[in-house]
Every structure is written in structure tokens, then in C-alpha cells.
Nanobody, 123 residues
Framework: QVQLVESGGGLVQAGGSLRLSCAAS????????MAWFRQAPGKEREFVAG????????YYAEYVKGRFTVSRANAKNTVYLQMNSLRPEDTAVYYC????????????????WGQGTQVTVSS
């Protein structure tokens, strides 16, 4: 079965950086988009960044644009999220997701999810 395993979360001071990784396994992911979402306590899960299979198209939420960079290594079935200039409002559990086709922002349209990794940004 499909498994997504995130890593790289932790505690960081405001202005710092973290790099998240998500390794996918269990099937061939050709033509699958990969993405990162996040969910803070009491809030809905929200789109952060997504990248299509070719890696040529990446999409970002406005609140992370210019600070976060999504990339992928198809040979490793892995997606990354480089997070710079972190802010306390970035504190959340970060999830990676995979879906057939192109990246979209609605969480309900993604096929597979990881278990999440906590990111905490202190002020």
C-alpha cells in the first residue's frame, strides 16, 4: 500500500529555517503531483505548496510565497519543502500528500497523506 513518511520538523526560532522531506512508497508515482499542507490547532488544513510530476510547475500559497520552496526528486519518490524566514504563524503540523494528475489546493482532492510532522516557530 502507499505510504508517505515525513521528516525534518522541529522547533526553531523566528527567522530560522527548516527543511522537510517526504518519502513515498508502495506504487509508481509517474504523473503524480506532490504537495505540502499544514494544520494549526483549531484551524482547517490548508495548502502550502505543490509541485507537478515534471517538477517544472510549482505552486505556493500567498502566505509562504518567497519564503518556502518546494522541490522533488522523482528517482527517490521524495518531495522537499525548504522553509526560510519562519514566523510564529507558520507553527502547525505539516503533511505531505500525493495525487494523480496536477496539483490542486483542495485537501479533499488528494489521494494519499502522510502522518504529519510538527513545526513549531518560537518568537
Amino acid at each position: 500500500q502507499v505510504q508517505l513518511v515525513e521528516s525534518g520538523g522541529g522547533l526553531v526560532q523566528a527567522g530560522g529555517s527548516l527543511r522537510l522531506s517526504c518519502a513515498a512508497s508502495g506504487r509508481t508515482f509517474s504523473n503524480y503531483a506532490m504537495a505540502w499542507f499544514r494544520q494549526a490547532p483549531g484551524k482547517e488544513r490548508e495548502f502550502v505548496a505543490g509541485i507537478n510530476w515534471s517538477g517544472g510547475s510549482a505552486y505556493y500559497a500567498e502566505y509562504v510565497k518567497g519564503r518556502f520552496t518546494v522541490s522533488r526528486a522523482n528517482a527517490k519518490n521524495t518531495v522537499y519543502l525548504q522553509m526560510n524566514s519562519l514566523r510564529p504563524e507558520d507553527t502547525a503540523v505539516y503533511y505531505c500528500a500525493v495525487r494523480a494528475g496536477a496539483s490542486v489546493v483542495e485537501p479533499t482532492r488528494w489521494d494519499y497523506w502522510g502522518q504529519g510532522t510538527q513545526v513549531t516557530v518560537s518568537s
